[in-house]
């Protein structure tokens, strides 16, 4: 079955480490997006791609970079710039279109200390 | 800009009960309305959508109807059972007339259903 993976489900970092969570897709979908869940905040958009080679930032982009050299791939690390980086992070991608729904990771929950 | 609003959770309803969500929109052109639900310690799936107004979309008893001239796209549910319960966010997205390509949706704050037996 076709789906997003995301890696670990669980991650633990002490503040000033630069950390990475993968996002992999087998749906041959040519989107891929990042977003930041917080308690009673809903999603923000982090970073999406489009297309290999090229990104753009999204709302929240501050702290955080990703690349994008495979269709498969999407990895998010969030830097020591990140002031707040405890939260529950997830992948999602799309084929193109307007009317195209998202498909989701179940998500990393990354806790810094 | 693109904004959603739904009601604020957390609901609690007993089973079999009736479930309503509010969600209203405000955007530039005709955007695509979705429902996204996500069960506990998950991410989001994809539970119904409606592509233009006086749509009707519906999945697994949901439904949910795009009001243009109300701006609305509210959740229905006839009876709930207990594994209902999750949180519910509604969506739009508006991309394509600005010719840059951009359909990434903006998301409602989700509201909180808890369905107690």
């Known amino acids: 079955d076709g789906g997003i993976t995301q890696s670990p489900k669980y991650l633990f970092r002490k503040e000033g480490q630069n950390v990475t969570l993968s996002c992999e897709q087998n749906?041959?979908?040519?989107?891929m997006y990042w977003y930041r869940q917080d308690p009673g905040q809903g999603l923000r958009l982090i970073y999406y791609s489009q297309i290999v080679n090229d990104f753009q930032k999204g709302d929240i982009a501050e702290g955080y970079s990703v690349s994008r050299e495979k269709k498969e791939s999407f990895p998010l690390t969030v830097t020591s710039a990140q002031k707040n980086p405890t939260a529950f992070y997830l992948c999602?991608?799309?084929?193109?279109?307007?009317?195209?729904?998202?498909?989701f990771g179940n998500g990393t929950r990354l806790t810094v200390t | 800009g693109d904004s959603v609003t739904q009601m604020e959770g957390p609901v609690t309803l007993s089973e079999e009960a009736f479930l309503t969500i509010n969600c209203t929109y405000t955007a530039t052109g005709y955007p695509s309305l979705f429902w996204y639900v996500q069960y506990p310690g998950e991410g989001l799936q994809l539970l119904l959508k409606?592509?233009?107004?006086?749509d009707k979309g519906s999945n697994k008893g949901f439904e949910a109807t795009y009001r243009k001239e109300t701006t609305s796209f509210h959740l229905e549910k006839g009876s709930v059972q207990v594994s209902d319960s999750a949180v519910y966010f509604c969506a739009l997205s508006a991309g394509g007339y600005s010719g840059a390509g951009s359909y990434q949706l903006t998301f409602g704050k989700g509201t909180k259903l808890s369905v107690i037996p």
């Open positions: 999602a991608s799309s084929p193109q279109g307007q009317a195209a729904p998202l498909h």
């Open positions: 409606a592509t233009k107004a006086d």
């Open positions: 749906l041959n979908h040519d989107a």
